[in-house]
């Protein structure tokens, strides 16, 4: 029995050595990765603000950004009322829309098409409920389904964007 308990004595003291040891391994491991982790974080950093030398210059501070404007040129449709599809009140939606164009020359070949536009815009708006024109969602929507209409009206001329002057659920 007294081989067992010396060879459990010496694995006890070789335990106890790599204990010491093992805590020195953590600690050098721990500090790799902390290091690892701080580069990453940094480099991440950098990256999203710009500091490596991109193609953008970097606007002074105080400095107001310049932004290109492009022209654009902005058509009044006529103001259109028309009757909601509800179950039994009346529901009426007044809108004055007004579409964001390139140019005059834009103009010149969307009125000859004016009578379709209304068309198509009278058709889609009776068959909307009140419910659909709820919170930004529903007008973001509408706006969204209205210029599509009208680019497959106006085709190939291009409407940018159908801009609500007023819009009235009665």
């Known amino acids: ?12 003291e070789e335990g106890e050595g790599d204990a010491g040891g093992g805590k020195k391994k953590k600690l050098i491991i721990f500090g790799a990765g902390g290091l690892v982790l701080l580069l990453v974080g940094g480099g991440a950093a950098a990256y999203f603000l710009g500091l490596f030398g991109g193609s953008e210059p970097v ?8 932004v290109e404007q492009k022209p654009v040129v902005f058509y009044d449709l006529p103001e259109m009322t028309v009757n909601l599809s509800t179950d039994g009140r009346a529901t009426y939606l007044k809108v004055r829309i007004a579409l964001e164009v390139a140019d ?15 068309d198509a815009f009278q058709v889609y708006l009776r068959e909307l409920r009140p419910a659909d024109l709820e919170g930004s969602s529903g007008l973001f929507r509408l ?3 209205l210029l599509r209409r009208i680019n497959t009206a106006v085709y190939p001329a291009r409407v940018e964007g159908v801009l ?3 819009i009235l659920v009665q």
């Open 143 to 145: 706006k969204e389904e």
């Open 59 to 66: 606007a002074e501070p105080g400095a107001e950004p310049v």
């Open 1 to 12: 029995m007294t081989a067992d308990a010396d060879a459990a004595d010496a694995q006890a």
């Open 164 to 166: 609500f002057k007023e």
């Open 104 to 118: 005059d020359n834009v103009v010149d070949k969307i009125e000859p098409f004016l009578p379709r536009i209304l």
